[in-house]
């Protein structure tokens, strides 16, 4: 019996593009500086959706604000 793995659906530089608000050019340039992987299936250029969630948590910035309980 072959155990079934759920595969997130890849997502195109174009749909890539589009959720991270930016240009083509600059997933591209993303991938060819090692911050954000790609999926080659053949010649076509695939992302997978859990590489932008981890290149988005690398990207943040700014200070997290404690509170004060009592």
Not at 10 to 39: C, D, F, H, I, W
Not at 52 to 68: E, F, I, P, Q
């Amino acid at each position: 019996m072959v155990a079934s793995a759920q595969i997130e659906a890849l997502l195109t530089p174009k749909e890539t593009a589009e959720l991270l608000g930016v240009s083509q050019m600059t997933v591209y340039n993303l991938n060819r500086r090692g911050a954000l992987p790609r999926v080659l299936i053949g010649r076509a250029v695939r992302y997978e959706p859990a590489d932008l969630r981890a290149y988005l948590d690398r990207s943040k910035t700014g200070v997290v604000m404690k509170t004060s309980h009592g």
